[in-house]
Every structure is written in C-alpha cells, then in structure tokens.
C-alpha cells in the first residue's frame, strides 16, 4: 500500500469477481491463507513490528484483496485500525524501492 | 461480540499468552484458518450479510482472537471498519439468545 506510515502488504489473488474468502474453492482458500501466513513472516522480518494486523474487509473495493500490515506502537493510528485512518502519505520512489527490496530479501530468506 | 449493531463472532483460541496467528505452530494456525472459513460460512447462513469482515487486530487485547463480522450495507459503521466505531448497543437477553439459536442451528447445518 502507497502509505508510508505503515509497512501495509494487500494480497490480492488473481482470481476475477471473488469478493469473499468463503466463495473461493477450498483448496485455493487453504493456499490464500498460507499467502497470509508468509506474508506475516516477511513483514516481521523485514520491518518493525510490535503487532500484526490481518483484515479482509472490501466493504468499499469488492475485488478479494486481504490487508497484512505491521503495526508499531504510537504509528499514525495506533492502536485504532488502519482503515479509514486519514489521509495516506505517499513514498518516495528512493523509499519505496528500498522497502521493496527488503521485502525481496525477506522472502527469499523464507524459501 | 455484545453489540446488536452487528452480527459480529470473536473466535479465542484457547492457546495462553499468544499474541499473534504467525506464532501459532503450523497445524494450529490451518485449524484457525478452517474456524474463520467455518464461522464466515455460519454467519451467512444465519444472519443478513452483504460483506463479510475478518479481523485480526490485537492492538489493545493481545490475546489471540479473530473477529468474523457479517456486515450489511448502511450499518452502524458502514462502509468503514466495526474496530473503532463508537459505542456497542447491548443485546437484550432474549435478542442474544435468539441469535445463538439460530447460529447454533447453521453450525448444525454445516457438519
């Protein structure tokens, strides 16, 4: 997510006109959450992180998309959810090439 | 969860002192996963339900816990998050147990 108070992850699996996790076939609901599950794992690698925070909402974007994002105690909405939080400060293309590539590294040491 | 605004479940792995689904070992964390697949599933058979929600948030309760909310468009908070959005309504003794009736009669359905 383009908002550089929180190292925020959206998954989004790549499958047309699911907007629940319960409609997706169980199979690929057991892979969505193994996704979650890494997703998890490379973000308290790869950042700060005093708390997870995992959310599938879509009451507005309807696209299946899952939220994985590391909280830190006294960031811009703590301890409130991130979600209609105010306004998001957009990365530098410099910080945000930075956090990707640390995000890179994590996965790849999770392999 | 004691808010009438909201159809809203809160599975408590009964796990002491974890915090995060990430610190779950591997087959706990696939049990949890198949409970949220299992309350969404529930929820939908027995209450009205536009969107689903699902939360892991535990910034201000660390104890594990994973809310399943059945969310209906104009509700209390809609479209915005249920974390956050002002003062619970109580149920009435009799509104609470109807409604876990007619849970409890969905969970039947579902095995």
């Known amino acids: 997510m383009d908002d550089a108070r929180f190292a925020w992850l959206v998954l989004v699996p790549q499958r047309k006109d699911v907007t629940e996790i319960a409609d997706l076939p169980a199979p690929e609901r ?15 690698l790869a950042v700060p992180c ?27 909405a703590w301890p409130g959810p991130v979600w209609g939080s105010g306004a998001a400060e957009r990365y530098t293309d410099e910080a945000r090439e930075a956090l990707a590539d640390r995000l890179r590294e994590a996965l790849r040491w999770l392999r």
């Open 30 to 44: 057991a892979l969505l959450w193994q996704e979650v599950d890494r997703a998890s794992a490379v973000l308290r």
């Open 50 to 76: 005093d708390k997870l925070n995992l959310g599938a909402l879509g009451n507005i974007v309807r696209q299946l998309h899952v939220h994985v994002v590391a909280r830190r105690e006294g960031d811009a």
